[in-house]
């Protein structure tokens, strides 16, 4: 298992903006392994009609994901904090070769990087 990385919860307004900034900052490596880390093990994702379940299916996720997206970047913006909790809104620029993308939306129990599209 993968030890958290600071900052961690509760949050203040600085250290929410830091967790905002890195997770920013990982998603931009355009490494799944990396990305798929920072979240807990038992993290539930959907991105449109696509529902995930842990580690494992993010990670193969993002694999297929950025192998089709050309030029992907992520801007990522704090929307609020609450103790334990942050929530972050995401954008993203970039082509695919195929038709795809979208938002994805993350729900990680407020115990790992903030995440929210």
């Given at each position: 298992?993968?030890?958290p990385r600071p900052p961690l919860p509760p949050f203040t307004a600085e250290t929410a903006r830091i967790k905002v900034q890195a997770a920013e900052d990982a998603w931009n490596t355009r490494d799944p392994a990396r990305v798929?880390?920072?979240y807990t093990?038992?993290?539930?994702?959907r991105n449109r009609d696509i529902f995930?379940?842990?580690r494992a299916e993010i990670e193969a996720f993002l694999a297929r994901k950025w192998a089709r997206?050309?030029?992907y970047a992520l801007r990522k913006e704090l929307w609020a904090f609450d103790g334990n909790r942050s929530r972050s809104a995401s954008h993203t620029n970039g082509?695919?070769?195929q038709a795809a993308?979208?938002?994805a939306t993350a729900t990680n129990n407020?115990?790992?990087t903030p995440t929210a599209t």
């Open positions: 298992m993968t030890a798929a880390a920072a093990p038992d993290s539930v994702w995930l379940t842990g997206e050309r030029g082509t695919t070769t993308g979208g938002a407020g115990s790992s």
